[in-house]
């Protein structure tokens, strides 16, 4: 017989070596990216909302969790925030970054989950990184 799943388990899955904390197990996407399980000891099969509500409560009702690093298989609650629903629109179809860079067809990166992300703010990131001496 199988082991019951934990959240130790669940955490044991991310991580957290980086900037954002990846769920790195076996998993599903929806067609939006977003990353969820079929777990029953878990408070919602998305693992970035599993990672709020262990964190900081449930979700309240109305409010969508926003990824302020756009990317869908983040689970670092820092890199979370509560949005309306209107709001989550504006951000997912902003035509700039938050740091004003434009996101036109030659400065977006789409990463591994569909997550639109400014190519100018990515490359700038990278160049720190490797500055610090630390991979990217």
């Not at 929806?30 to 693992?47: A, I, K, M």
């Not at 009702?61 to 298989?73: A, E, S, V, W, Y």
Request: charged share 30%.
């Amino acid at each position: 017989m199988r082991r019951r799943r934990t959240m130790d388990d669940f955490w044991a899955l991310v991580d957290r070596s980086g900037e954002c904390w990846p769920f790195v197990g076996e998993y599903a996407t929806t067609q939006r990216g977003y990353v969820h399980l079929s777990w029953p000891v878990l408070p919602d099969r998305y693992v970035h909302r599993t990672a709020w509500i262990e964190t900081h409560g449930p979700i309240p009702d109305g409010l969508q969790i926003d990824h302020t690093c756009q990317n869908k298989r983040c689970c670092r609650p820092e890199h979370m925030r509560l949005v309306t629903p209107g709001e989550h629109n504006r951000i997912t179809f902003a035509t700039t970054c938050k740091k004003g860079h434009p996101l036109t067809e030659e400065n977006t990166i789409k990463n591994g989950s569909g997550a639109r992300l400014c190519g100018e703010c990515r490359r700038d990131y990278r160049r720190r990184r490797r500055q610090a001496g630390i991979g990217t």
